[in-house]
């Protein structure tokens, strides 16, 4: 069983940074694959970023690329989402989630433990 704790979230003006982390308790993350999604409100749940177990892959949403980046260290059990140049439609609820796997992926149902989420709003 894997525990995941989000924080870092907030209330920023666009244009703004924020980083999330995502730190972990009862297993190592070293053996799985994470995965940021976020969740606005009357939208479905969307995939953000993902990271292999080892941390040689990424793969990120075309809404994200070249602003946000996933990042992790195992060694402090800890998963990361440095966000730069935030907009207003980045606001949501943001999770992140293990898979057993290795490798990343982007389909939320095939993740298998969740954190409780952070909020992340963003003014104009």
């Known amino acids: 069983q894997v525990q995941l704790v989000e924080s870092g979230g907030g209330l920023v003006q666009a244009g703004a940074s924020l980083r999330l982390s995502c730190a972990a308790s009862g297993r190592t993350l070293s053996k799985y694959a994470m995965g940021w999604f976020r969740q606005a409100p009357g939208k479905e749940r969307e995939f953000v970023a993902g990271?292999?177990?080892?941390?040689?892959?990424?793969y990120y949403a075309d809404s994200v690329k070249g602003r946000f980046t996933i990042s992790r260290d195992n060694g402090k059990n800890t998963v990361y989402l440095r966000m730069n140049s935030l907009k207003p439609e980045d606001t949501a609820v943001y999770y992140c989630?293990?898979?057993?796997?290795?490798?990343?992926?982007?389909?939320?149902?095939?993740?298998?433990?969740w954190g409780q989420g952070t909020q992340v709003t963003v003014s104009s």
């Open positions: 990271i292999s177990w080892s941390g040689g892959s990424t």
């Open positions: 989630a293990a898979d057993r796997g290795v490798g990343v992926v982007t389909t939320s149902d095939l993740y298998d433990y």
